[in-house]
Structure formats: C-alpha cells, structure tokens
C-alpha cells in the first residue's frame, strides 16, 4: 500500500532516473530478503553462528584458527541458498543495465542472485559463495565442483581451499572496490539498495555518489545512517518499490 508521499516520492525518483545517463547502484542483504535470504542484522539466523556473531566466524582470525568451522557455517548458507530465486528487486536491477549508457551494480552480497537474475558485469565487493580459493596458490574452483571433504582440496597444488568471500578484517578484492568508487563518484543517480550502510569500506560509496552530485536514493523499509544524506527514501520492500519505477 504506497502512501500520498510514498507516490510523490516515486514519482521524484522516477523523474530522476529519466534524466540521468549514468547510475550507480549499491546492494545489501536486504535486496535477497524477498528471496527467502536472511538478513544480516534483521535478526534470522544469519546473524549467529553457535553462539559465535557473524563478524567473528565470517573473520580472517577464523580462517587461521578453525577453518573446517568456517565451511561448516558457508555450508550452511549453500544449504539456505541452494534452492533460492532472484526476486524481483533483482529482475528489475537485471533490465536497468541495458537503459542507461553507463550502469554498474556493485553488491555487498555473495549469494550471486544478481548474476541469476541476468545481471553482467556485478562487482562483486565482498566475493562469491559459490567460490572456493586455494589457501596457497589462489587457484579458484566452484564449490560444487569439490565434493564433500572440508576443507576442500586444491585441483592443482592439493592444498586447503577456503570460500572466495572478503572476511571481516580482510580487503576487499583488487581492483573491484578502485572500479566501483570511479563509477560512484561519476554517477548521476545513485541507489543504495537493502543494506544498513554499516560496513566499510563499501558503505562509503554512496557518500562517494553524493559527492561526485548523484542524487541519492535510499531503499530500505527502515532508516539508516545514509538516511540524513539521501535526496529521496523509498521506504519498503525493494521487490515491490524497485518495478514501480519503471523501465521495465
Ligand atoms: C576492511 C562476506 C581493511 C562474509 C562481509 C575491526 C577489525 C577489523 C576490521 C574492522 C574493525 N572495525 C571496523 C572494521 C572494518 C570492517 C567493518 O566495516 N566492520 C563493521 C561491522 C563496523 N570492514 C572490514 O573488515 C572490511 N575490510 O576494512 O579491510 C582492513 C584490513 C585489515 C584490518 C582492518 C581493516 C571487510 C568487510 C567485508 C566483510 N564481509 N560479507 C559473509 O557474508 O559471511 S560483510 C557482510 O555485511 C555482508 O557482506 C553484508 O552484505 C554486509 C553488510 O550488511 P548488509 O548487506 O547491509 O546487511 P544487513 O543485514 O546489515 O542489512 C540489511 C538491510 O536491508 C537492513 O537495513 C534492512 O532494513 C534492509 N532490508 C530488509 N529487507 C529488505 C531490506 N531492504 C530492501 N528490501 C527488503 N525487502
Ligand atoms: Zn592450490
């Protein structure tokens, strides 16, 4: 149900996205909420682990410590994600890419529901759960490629394999976050879709976007500390608020 507001709302950014050549788009969990994904911080059961909160098994100390603990969590989240959909927050980003002559989508997510979708080229800001990386020598294998031994063996060096995914007190990949902030600073409009903005360095993008002079547009049925900064707020669901828009 969209409020008088809510309309008025939508109908800025709509005119917002008509005029603009170049958009940025940023992603969180929250755009894989409608697809049955838990959330982060939206309590669930992706925010503990054993007792353990998120931030410490989904750390680099954990990987040192006790790396067949940390296949048994991302087992898990393969196991909640293997039957899961694209929803249409994910459809309606997958059909802008071809509407404007310069699109990114940068994603903080590594449930690759983006790519499901139809959506090429998605920076991939904190990796891909489908992945595993050799612990030695780098070399990448998809997960459902390595049978069931945890740690999963290398196919080339036979050393331990850990999944592709920038862990708490990591970096993120090379290139991908020099590429993303370069298409945030030159964007027109920015959205920042489904997340809480509370994770760096990724949640600096769109203070990247605002001031590079991108209209800001928060989605997310709650506030967040970008909140204040927005020029516009949709406040609710992505997969109802995303094809309002339009460019379908
Ligand atoms: C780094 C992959 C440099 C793993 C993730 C102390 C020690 C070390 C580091 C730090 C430290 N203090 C701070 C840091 C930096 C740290 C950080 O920012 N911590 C935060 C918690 C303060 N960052 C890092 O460590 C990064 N690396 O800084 O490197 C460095 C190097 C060495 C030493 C120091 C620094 C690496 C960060 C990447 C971590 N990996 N994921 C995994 O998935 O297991 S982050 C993890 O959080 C996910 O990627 C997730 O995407 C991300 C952010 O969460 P959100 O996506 O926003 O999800 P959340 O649940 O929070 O929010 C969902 C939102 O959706 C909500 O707002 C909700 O309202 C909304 N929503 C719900 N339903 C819907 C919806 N919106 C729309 N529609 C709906 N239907
Ligand atoms: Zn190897």
Not at 10 to 22: D, F, G, M, Q, T
Not at 41 to 70: C, H, T
């Amino acid at each position: 149900m969209t409020s008088r507001l809510q309309v008025t709302e939508i109908e800025r950014v709509r005119e917002s996205l008509h005029a603009a050549h170049s958009v940025f788009v940023l992603t969180g969990a929250g755009v894989s909420a409608e697809s049955g994904v838990p959330t982060f911080r939206g309590g669930g059961n992706a925010a503990v682990w054993k007792g353990m909160p998120f931030y410490e098994i989904s750390s680099a100390g954990m990987v040192e410590r006790d790396l067949p603990e940390v296949w048994a969590w991302f087992d898990y989240r393969l196991g909640v994600l293997s039957d899961l959909k694209p929803n249409p927050a994910h459809k309606t980003l997958a059909r802008w890419q071809d509407k404007f002559s310069s699109f990114t989508l940068a994603t903080q997510n590594i449930d690759g529901l983006h790519q499901a979708a139809g959506s090429r080229d998605v920076y991939e800001l904190h990796g891909n759960v489908w992945t595993a990386r050799c612990i030695e020598c780098d070399a990448r294998s998809d997960v459902r490629r390595l049978g069931a031994a945890r740690p999963p063996v290398c196919l080339d060096c036979r050393n331990p394999m850990r999944p592709d995914v920038v862990l708490f007190g990591e970096m993120l990949p090379v290139g991908v976050f020099d590429r993303a902030v370069d298409a945030a600073r030159t964007a027109e409009v920015c959205f920042v879709v489904g997340t809480s903005a509370l994770v760096y360095p990724a949640a600096s993008l769109p203070e990247v976007a605002k001031r590079g002079g991108a209209f800001l547009v928060e989605v997310n049925p709650e506030k967040t500390p970008l909140t204040e900064y927005c020029d516009a707020s949709l406040r609710g669901p992505a997969g109802e608020l995303l094809p309002l828009l339009g460019f379908e």
